[in-house]
């Protein structure tokens, strides 16, 4: 009896399971993309968004609706970039990248992204994206720098304080035992001039010195209370045309710090914020719960996280990088002690100051560990 032969029929050519499966696979393949933490894009030769799974919807905040079929890179400000990795894949200048991009969306913050870009020899598209945030990385650098140099700082002021502060003494009692035997009212005209610079200059040492004189009162304290004292003194003294918004999160537990240091620390910062917008804007004073944050590499269960966001002219960026240092201002008639002081209290609460600041928005926010 003969071999059947593969009619219409019979089962290898029925449209079975297996062929299904077969069909089905390229899908399947960018479907099980989905699972990936980090964000996939596939574009074709055009640059067209093909698939965009959902941790690139998360990272880019917008759908894949909203994205498939059209230009990835028109979602950037630079997409150049994008549309220089989907040239050199169609003209097979590497089969897979590696590299660091920043890509800057209009109207939102940019994100730092670590990118591997594979071309792809396939129907469904011609390069396969693969972005990581890099963002937690550079903050533990850049916290890290902040903190070595917040500490080499301390060290150095105080040491020179302490230097300054001894000739000082010697120098105004000096001036003082000249003024007792000069005869002429005219000439001790200088030597008040010298006493009075010489009890400025103490002024200044003092407060250079005043993170390390005083213990700290720890008690148990709501941070709400000091930022609401805060805002009614900064309030009163800028009058009606500036409006501080409060945004808390009334769930926040009590704090074990010193409430007088903390008033310090967040009055500074608003005090600053008030003087950048000239006593006339917003200033947004929000305050949440961080979880699983990791402060001076040591990691915390949970962290108060505490923001006073302006939208002021922002940091000048010849000084953006060393706000917190001693002396430091970029304002006329100012100390430069302000954030100092305010990180040395805060670090010595366990936590740390950071900012970030563009033209049209300055954010400080203060970390605060709790467990």
């Known amino acids: 009896m003969p071999a059947p032969s593969p009619a219409d029929g019979s089962p290898l050519n029925r449209p079975g399971k297996i062929g299904r499966e077969r069909r089905k696979r390229p ?12 964000g996939v894009v596939v574009l074709d030769a055009e640059g067209r968004a093909v ?3 959902q941790s690139a919807e998360q990272l880019f905040e917008l759908s894949s609706r909203t994205l498939q079929g059209h230009p990835f890179a028109r979602m950037f400000a630079n997409g150049m970039v994008i549309d220089a990795l989907v040239e050199e894949a169609c003209n097979n200048a590497f089969g897979q990248k590696h590299q660091e991009l920043l890509l800057e969306r209009p109207g939102r913050d940019a994100l730092m992204l670590s990118s591997i870009a594979v071309v792809l020899d396939s129907p469904l598209g011609s390069l396969l994206l693969e972005f990581r945030p890099i963002e937690h990385r550079m903050r533990h650098e ?8 917040a500490q080499a700082n301390r060290e150095l002021v105080r040491n020179l304080a302490h230097e300054i502060k001894n000739p000082l003494g010697g120098l105004r009692g000096a001036a003082q035992l000249l003024e007792s035997e000069l005869p002429s009212p005219f000439l001790r ?7 009075k610079e ?4 103490q002024a200044l040492v003092d407060r250079l010195l005043a993170p390390h004189r005083h213990a700290r009162v720890v008690a148990p304290m709501n941070i709400h209370e000091v930022f609401e004292r805060v805002r009614s003194v900064v309030l009163a003294e800028y009058g009606p045309n500036l409006i501080i918004d409060r945004d808390y999160d009334a769930s926040l537990p009590d704090f074990l710090g010193d409430k007088e240091q903390m008033i310090q620390v967040v009055m500074n910062i608003v005090r600053n914020a008030a003087q950048a917008l000239d006593g006339a804007g917003r200033i947004v004073l929000r305050t949440r719960i961080a979880r699983q944050i990791t402060i001076g590499q040591r990691r915390h269960r949970l962290a108060l996280d505490l923001h006073v966001i302006d939208h002021g002219p922002g940091i000048p960026e010849s000084i953006r990088d060393r706000i917190f240092f001693p002396l430091v201002t970029g304002r006329e008639g100012g100390s430069g002690l302000g954030l100092s002081l305010a990180q040395s209290f805060v670090q010595q609460h366990g936590g740390v100051i950071e900012c970030e600041s563009r033209p049209g928005r300055t954010e400080f926010r203060i970390l605060l560990p709790l467990v």
């Open 189 to 195: 005209e200088y030597t008040q001039v010298i006493i």
């Open 142 to 149: 850049r916290e890290s720098k902040l903190l070595d140099s």
């Open 51 to 53: 698939f965009i799974n």
């Open 27 to 38: 899908e399947s393949l960018l479907a099980g993309l989905d699972l990936l933490a980090s």
């Open 198 to 201: 010489a009890d400025r200059l």
